[in-house]
């Protein structure tokens, strides 16, 4: 049981704009910046977001980040078929003075 | 750049032991925390501790607290996870992230490659 809670999956049409949620509470979201990340198929996550709405250099623009009060949200424009993978959010947790995850969501691409 | 190199993929039986590292490159390496985290196959991220390589300070998720032993030479500019005795269980890709802490917030970046450890009889 993941401390983060998001969808197991989430899916759309190329073109489409889908969202992917991420719900903690005071001593993680709450109080501190969300990471998403971007897991392709046998390799090391990707930092895609950081800062709750900040993309590194490299990400395209397509992937956006919000969080507001104890949630937070990914959201993907633009669909594209390389963007079937699985997301994690992140952040740290005051309470626990460590890094907890959600449990990835898994976007397929129709 | 900024990089963070694992050691390779190992094979062991249960309760064998067994130690990995992560080093790092590009940036001063006593600065940042360094983390670990578990993916079991198929399954999700864990954070299983953090350590400091400066002074070796370490924090480790109450799920992993007393199952691994993590560790610093920071003139080797290295981490470790270490297993005393290896289960079945332990099957898993370890991941080495830098923690990075600013006025923006915190956040895991760069990750290593991982290593995959497979224990097996």
């Known amino acids: 049981q993941s401390v983060l809670t998001q969808p197991p999956s989430a899916s759309g049409t190329p073109g489409q704009r889908v969202t992917i949620s991420c719900s903690g509470s005071?001593?993680?979201?709450?109080?501190?910046?969300v990471n998403w990340y971007q897991q392709l198929p046998g390799t090391a996550p990707k930092l895609l977001i950081h800062?709750?709405?900040q993309r590194p250099s490299g990400v395209p623009d397509r992937f956006s980040g919000s969080k507001s009060g104890t949630s937070a949200s990914l959201a993907i424009s633009g669909l594209q078929p390389d963007d079937e993978t699985d997301y994690y959010c992140a952040t740290w947790d005051d309470s626990l003075f460590g890094w907890v995850f959600g449990g990835g969501t898994k976007l397929t691409v129709l | 750049e900024v990089q963070l190199v694992q050691s390779g993929a190992e094979v062991k039986k249960p309760g064998e032991s067994l130690q990995i590292s992560c080093k790092g490159f590009g940036y001063t390496f006593t600065t940042h925390w360094i983390g670990w985290v578990r993916q079991m196959p198929g399954k999700g991220l864990e954070w299983m501790g953090i350590?400091?390589?400066?002074?070796?300070?370490?924090k480790y998720s109450p799920s992993f607290q007393g199952q691994v032993t993590i560790s610093a030479d920071k003139s080797l500019g290295t981490v470790y996870l270490q297993w005393s005795s290896l289960k079945a269980s332990d099957t898993a890709m370890y991941y080495c992230?830098?923690?990075?802490?600013?006025?923006?917030?915190?956040?895991?970046?760069?990750w290593g490659q991982g290593t995959l450890v497979t224990v097996s009889p």
């Open positions: 350590i400091y390589p400066d002074d070796s300070d370490i």
């Open positions: 005071t001593s993680n979201i709450g109080g501190n910046t």
């Open positions: 800062s709750s709405n």
């Open positions: 992230a830098r923690h990075v802490s600013n006025s923006y917030g915190r956040t895991l970046d760069p």
